[in-house]
T-cell receptor
């Protein structure tokens, strides 16, 4: 149990375009979902926390107008990187929590902006 | 000072050896302690999850928590090449705080 999926696993886009990444909890209802960013050989950096049906809470320094998060249902959250630039290239990982402290992570999405 | 300190390594051990990983923390409010394993270009996988001080065992993995010293450990017995990965400690007080991760290589 406790499986989280992400789609797509890899995406390449041109500078200035927008990219949407989906995160789904497959076998549980996620009251809270999280979006992280990870640079090579570094730990995970929390970008935002979202609860179903309410606005996401962004960490300091994360542009909410650039990284749009929607948590439309208890099993789906989306991250849209708007007007992507090469510096947005990174590994984006979502995680989900049912109600306790345990968080289950998706496999990640590698975004490359050319 | 970071809330969670973890030596990034790298750590290289021969197959069959015991791998010893640890983290220290400064925030007394942390209530839950976890260890994640992350293979290259994959999402972290939850390995161990503990709440109280003491030991918790799961197969070849043992997690230790010492709240009085603000110190947690993960031991991997009879290590295998498939254990080669980055191990992240994480602590929770309504949100997870991660250590830097320790890269482990188990040599066949």
């Amino acid at each position: 149990g406790a499986v989280v999926s992400q789609h797509p696993s890899r995406v390449i886009c041109k500078s200035g375009t927008s990219v949407k990444i989906e995160c789904r909890s497959l076998d549980f209802q996620a009251t809270t979902m999280f979006w992280y960013r990870q640079f090579p050989k570094q730990s995970l950096m929390l970008m935002a926390t979202s609860n179903e049906g309410s606005k996401a809470t962004y960490e300091q320094g994360v542009e909410k107008d650039k990284f749009l998060i929607n948590h439309a249902s208890l099993t789906l959250s989306t991250l849209t990187v708007t007007s992507a630039h090469p510096e947005d290239s990174s590994f984006y990982i979502c995680s989900a929590r049912e109600g306790g402290a345990e968080q289950y992570f998706g496999p990640g999405t590698r975004l490359t902006v050319t | 000072q970071k809330e969670v300190e973890q030596d990034p390594g790298p750590l290289s051990v021969p197959e069959g050896a015991i791998v010893s990983l640890n983290c220290t923390y400064s925030n007394s409010a942390f209530q839950y302690f976890m260890w994640y394993r992350q293979y290259s270009r994959k999402g972290p996988e939850l390995l161990m999850y503990t709440y109280s001080s003491g030991n918790k065992e799961d197969g070849r993995f043992t997690a230790q928590v010492d709240k009085s010293s603000k110190y947690i450990s993960l031991f991997i017995r009879d290590s295998q090449p498939s254990d080669s990965a980055t191990y992240l400690c994480a602590m929770w007080d309504y949100k997870l705080s991660f250590g830097a991760g320790t890269t482990v290589t188990v040599r066949a």
